[in-house]
């Protein structure tokens, strides 16, 4: 059973806010909410973590409901350069399950 | 630039053949895992060593083994290579288990 659910894709412009909702409906107590982003041929990058309620950072903020069942990546005015593949993970401990992914392209 | 580095970039083997792949942490960092990534999938858990020792194993056969040295530095082994095992290899350092990992940039493995 898969630990999260993502779109597949998505297709932005630039200049776009972007939201990427993801639903863990079997988070547990102890599980935090990740994002990684990963270019082709390179290892994943860290974005953005949270508990529950809002998080921001220099580079997006991560949406969590009370219910923390799902929660959504916000990305403000994209650029071309965040062409990539967006991963969502609930985990407690640093053994991180990756999914697909969500593959966002962004178009000028 | 994480401060993981990974060698080689890229190796060619042959089925049957043993290859050792290394893997430098972050500064500090305790805590090493490795991932094996195919093409056009996520990147899937093979094990972690906490300080010297396994500290979790995905589900991945006994020819993968690793160590882990006292730099902190670590090895993935993996014997008897199938034509399956080609794929990007990672690694991934972190401080006392964080979910907060730090990924090398892959060593691309083919088998041929």
């Known amino acids: 059973l898969a630990k999260t659910t993502q779109p597949i894709s998505m297709d932005s412009y630039e200049g776009q806010e972007v939201n990427i909702t993801c639903s863990h409906n079997?988070?547990?107590?102890?599980?935090?909410i990740t994002w990684y982003q990963q270019f082709p041929s390179q290892g994943p990058r860290f974005i953005i973590q949270g508990y529950k309620t809002k998080v921001t950072n220099e580079v997006a903020s991560l949406f969590i409901p009370a219910d923390r069942k799902s929660s959504t990546l916000s990305l403000p005015r994209v650029s071309l350069s965040d062409t990539a593949v967006y991963y969502c993970l609930v985990e407690g401990y640093s053994t991180l399950t990756f999914g697909k992914g969500t593959m966002l392209l962004v178009s000028p | 630039e994480t401060g993981v580095t990974q060698s080689p970039t890229h190796l060619i083997k042959t089925r049957g053949q043993q290859v050792t792949l290394r893997c430098s942490s972050q500064?500090?960092?305790?805590?090493v895992s490795w991932y094996q990534q195919a093409l056009g999938q996520g990147p899937q858990f093979i094990f972690q060593y906490y300080r010297e020792e396994e500290n979790g194993r995905g589900n991945f056969p006994p020819r993968f083994s690793g160590l882990q040295f006292p730099n902190y530095s670590s090895e993935l082994n993996v014997n008897a290579l199938e034509l399956d095992d080609s794929a990007l290899y990672l690694c991934?350092?972190?401080?006392?288990?964080?979910?907060?990992?730090?990924f090398g940039q892959g060593t691309r493995l083919t088998v041929v």
């Open positions: 500064s500090g960092h305790n805590t």
């Open positions: 079997n988070i547990a107590t102890n599980d935090y």
């Open positions: 991934a350092s972190s401080l006392d288990g964080d979910t907060e990992a730090f």
